[in-house]
């Protein structure tokens, strides 16, 4: 059996766009569990500005410097949380709180790509694939 592979799109780019799927995440064969989850503010908007990502601890619209995040964890429920709070935290503190909590993830801000060092890379299918330690391989 070959790896399950799931392309990550740059909701950045339009969606014909030839480089819209800039990373594929591979599972292995025979992986027990393994859930991603992607949360953007490029989705759902509505007048300037304005999209669904609510910050609780003001109750309005999130003023946010990330605009999309994808979290590799065990657990859908999880990787959907964590995710949507790194959008939250933004790209100076979410990479060391996902770090700490042992997930992978992909960070995209307006103009850049954040990813944690621990991550491995491996050709699948003509495509570079990111493999997480301990998250995507059995």
Same mark, same amino acid.
């Given at each position: 059996?070959?790896?399950?592979?799931?392309?990550?799109?740059?909701?950045?780019? %339009? &969606?014909?766009? %030839?480089?819209?799927?800039?990373?594929?995440?591979?599972?292995? #064969?025979?992986? &027990?569990?393994?859930?991603?989850? !992607?949360?953007? !503010?490029?989705?759902?908007?509505?007048?300037?500005?304005? *999209? *669904?990502?609510?910050?609780?601890? !003001?109750?309005?619209?999130?003023?946010?410097? /990330?605009?999309?995040?994808?979290?590799? &964890?065990?657990?859908?429920?999880?990787?959907?949380?964590?995710?949507?709070?790194?959008?939250?935290?933004? #790209?100076?503190?979410? #990479?060391?709180?996902?770090?700490?909590?042992?997930?992978?993830?992909?960070?995209? !801000?307006?103009?850049?790509?954040?990813? #944690?060092?621990?991550?491995?890379?491996?050709? *699948?299918?003509?495509?570079?694939?990111?493999? %997480?330690?301990?998250? /995507? *391989?059995?």
């Amino acid at each position: 059996r070959s790896a399950w592979t799931i392309e990550v799109e740059d909701e950045r780019l %339009p &969606a014909d766009a %030839p480089d819209r799927a800039f990373r594929w995440l591979a599972f292995e #064969p025979g992986q &027990a569990q393994g859930a991603v989850a !992607t949360s953007t !503010t490029l989705k759902r908007q509505w007048g300037r500005g304005r *999209h *669904h990502v609510i910050d609780p601890r !003001t109750g309005q619209v999130a003023s946010i410097e /990330l605009v999309q995040a994808t979290v590799i &964890a065990d657990d859908g429920w999880w990787a959907e949380a964590a995710a949507t709070a790194a959008l939250l935290l933004g #790209p100076q503190l979410a #990479p060391a709180w996902l770090d700490s909590l042992d997930v992978s993830y992909i960070l995209v !801000t307006g103009d850049s790509v954040i990813e #944690p060092q621990a991550s491995m890379r491996q050709q *699948h299918d003509g495509h570079e694939c990111e493999q %997480p330690i301990g998250v /995507l *391989h059995s």
